[in-house]
């Protein structure tokens, strides 16, 4: 196995194993009235990816739409990991959720921290986070996970940090930040 991540682990040091290995990547939003493409993760031969999610740093900017995952191979982009259209993160605040929770042909879902909130699965699932596996392309072609919104800010605002929880199914199965 070629990974070098490691568990995260809690306040009493315990390994926290339900997500798996866990990787992360700070981002400070910079489009320019544009669609905005964030590389976040690259993929490594086969995994499973059980969580990926984001929480907000700073508040967003008013036009922060259509925001979506996708899997990049370096020649198709259009590998979407949730809905490309319809979800609107417009101001959106600190302490907010962002996460894969469905199938490819739903929209992330988002949980705001203005009031608590609570969300839980459907009894079709058995996790809030829905998994996915992700292939490298053959070749060692960089495959990267990708973050991708539309703004007509100029410039946008806000930061968020976002984790991808993974289970290697190959040797050299990893992911990495970008």
Same mark, same amino acid.
């Given at each position: ?15 926290i ?54 899997v ?12 490309? *259209? /319809? #979800? ?5 605040? &600190?302490?907010?959720? !962002?996460? @894969?929770? =469905?199938? +490819? ?16 699965? *459907? /009894? #079709? ?5 829905? &998994?996915?596996?992700? !292939?490298? @392309?053959? =070749?060692? +072609?960089?495959?990267?996970i ?21 289970? &290697? ?10």
């Amino acid at each position: 196995m070629s990974t070098t991540n490691t568990f995260w682990r809690d306040a009493n040091h315990f390994p926290i194993v339900e997500n798996g290995l866990l990787v992360s990547k700070e981002v400070t939003f910079t489009g320019n009235n544009e669609t905005a493409v964030v590389p976040l993760f690259t993929v490594t031969g086969v995994v499973e990816v059980v969580a990926l999610y984001g929480v907000v740093k700073t508040a967003f900017g008013a036009n922060h739409t259509d925001a979506h995952w996708r899997v990049n191979d370096q020649t198709a982009t259009d590998q979407i990991l949730t809905k490309a *259209t /319809t #979800l609107n993160l417009s101001g959106i605040s &600190p302490n907010a959720l !962002v996460f @894969k929770s =469905g199938l +490819i042909t739903a929209a992330a879902t988002y949980k705001t921290a203005d009031a608590a909130s609570v969300y839980e699965p *459907t /009894t #079709l699932q058995t996790h809030v986070f829905t &998994p996915a596996i992700i !292939v490298q @392309k053959t =070749g060692d +072609i960089q495959t990267d996970i990708e973050y991708v919104y539309t703004t007509t800010d100029t410039p946008t605002s806000g930061a968020m940090t976002f984790y991808c929880g993974f289970i &290697p199914l190959s040797p050299d199965g990893n992911v990495v930040a970008y």
